[in-house]
């Protein structure tokens, strides 16, 4: 079973900023299949970015991810006040299980 | 507009049972693998069971297998989670959420969730 780590935890910065998010997983991600999503407070989590690139429909192109195999990030060009929130990868292939990372949570400095 | 409204939640005592739903619109159904997802308070989420658009495959995490029993009506559009055995540690939001229609999709369309809260 892939276990998905986020890191780091918390990231505190500043609205302009450029936001780096890290996934990492136990064993290669086939295909590419990894998400990410936003989640508010008080709100369910929303769909940002799948098959490791690809932005989901109507997402800010400032919102980016790359990676493959085993390592992935998501990447916020420039930090907008509405960006504040909790990031969760996904990894959603034929495991037969939907594992989710912990979650990293981008703060205001 | 794809819409998913779970109802269900609600405050039930450890050993329990409780019966969530999830009523789908917007979108063909029965085209669609659903999943269950919870959140307890304060942490991450976490995926709780599967089940495909018509062939019946199911699908659970470890922490639910054999007290939880996902299922769903297609002619009703609708997505049901059966939880017995209720732990203290099944206290979360559930949500309901799209999976594919076809090869390789995340969960794309969520609800807003159902509250179930368990005492001990």
């Known amino acids: 079973e892939i276990v998905l780590t986020q890191s780091p935890d918390t990231l505190s910065l500043s609205p302009g900023e450029r936001a780096t998010l890290s996934c990492r997983a136990s064993?290669?991600?086939?295909?590419?299949?990894l998400a990410w999503y936003q989640q508010k407070p008080g709100q369910a989590p929303r769909l940002l970015i799948y098959?490791?690139?690809s932005r989901a429909p109507g997402i800010p192109d400032r919102f980016s991810g790359s990676g493959s195999g085993t390592a992935f990030t998501l990447t916020i060009s420039r930090l907008e006040p509405e960006d504040f929130a909790v990031y969760y990868c996904l990894h959603y292939g034929r495991s037969h299980t939907w594992p989710f990372g912990q979650g990293t949570k981008v703060d205001i400095k | 507009e794809v819409q998913l409204v779970e109802s269900g939640g609600g405050l039930v005592q450890a050993g329990g049972s409780l019966r969530l739903s999830c009523a789908a619109s917007g979108f063909t159904f029965s085209n669609y693998e659903m999943n269950w997802v919870r959140q307890a308070p304060g942490k991450g989420l976490e995926w709780v069971s599967y089940?495909?658009?018509?062939?019946?495959?199911?699908y659970y995490a470890a922490s639910v297998k054999g007290r939880f029993t996902i299922s769903r009506d297609n002619a009703k559009d609708s997505l049901y989670l059966h939880m017995n055995s209720l732990r203290a540690d099944d206290t979360a939001v559930y949500y309901c959420?799209?999976?594919?229609?076809?090869?390789?999709?995340?969960?794309?369309?969520w609800g807003q969730g159902t509250v179930v809260t368990v005492s001990s």
């Open positions: 098959g490791a690139s």
């Open positions: 959420a799209r999976g594919a229609s076809s090869g390789w999709y995340p969960l794309d369309f």
């Open positions: 089940i495909a658009g018509s062939d019946g495959t199911i």
């Open positions: 064993q290669s991600v086939s295909g590419g299949h």
